[in-house]
Nanobody
C-alpha cells in the first residue's frame, strides 16, 4: 500500500475550474495504477480518471475532454485538473492507487473494491 493525501477541493461556480492534488508515496516499480474517484451523497463511488505506470491516461465519458489527470514524478504528486465544472460534478473526490501485473494496464477496468490504497477525500462543490 501507499500513503495518499488529497488537497485542492473547494467551492466553485458552474463553468469554473479546480485542480486537485494527491501527495503520494511511490511504488518501487511502474506496475501500478492511480486514479481519481468521486462519491456524491446517495450515489456509488465512481472512477473519473485513471493513469497507469506507463503514463497512459483514461477517462470516463462524463469527464472526457473536461478533466485531465497527470503525475509529477519529481514531486510524487498526482493531479486532476477539472474544467467546465457543473453541479453534477459535486462530490467528495478520492485519490486511489493499486498494484497491477504490468505497467500499461487498463486501469479503468479495475472495480472500485479492488483498489488497495485510498486518500481521505477532498470535497468539491459546484454551484449553478
Amino acid at each position: 500500500q501507499v500513503q495518499l493525501v488529497e488537497s485542492g477541493g473547494g467551492s466553485v461556480q458552474s463553468g469554473g475550474s479546480l485542480t486537485l492534488s494527491c501527495a503520494e508515496t511511490r511504488y518501487s516499480n511502474n506496475r501500478y495504477c492511480m486514479a481519481w474517484f468521486r462519491q456524491a451523497p446517495g450515489k456509488e463511488r465512481e472512477g473519473v480518471a485513471f493513469i497507469n505506470g506507463h503514463g497512459r491516461a483514461m477517462y470516463v465519458d462524463s469527464t472526457k475532454g473536461r478533466f485531465t489527470i497527470s503525475q509529477d514524478n519529481a514531486k510524487n504528486t498526482l493531479y486532476l485538473l477539472m474544467n467546465s465544472l457543473n453541479p453534477e460534478d459535486t462530490a467528495m473526490y478520492y485519490c486511489a492507487a493499486t498494484e497491477v501485473p504490468y505497467s500499461n494496464y487498463p486501469c479503468d477496468t479495475i472495480w472500485p473494491s479492488r483498489w488497495t490504497s485510498w486518500g481521505q477525500g477532498t470535497q468539491v462543490t459546484v454551484s449553478s
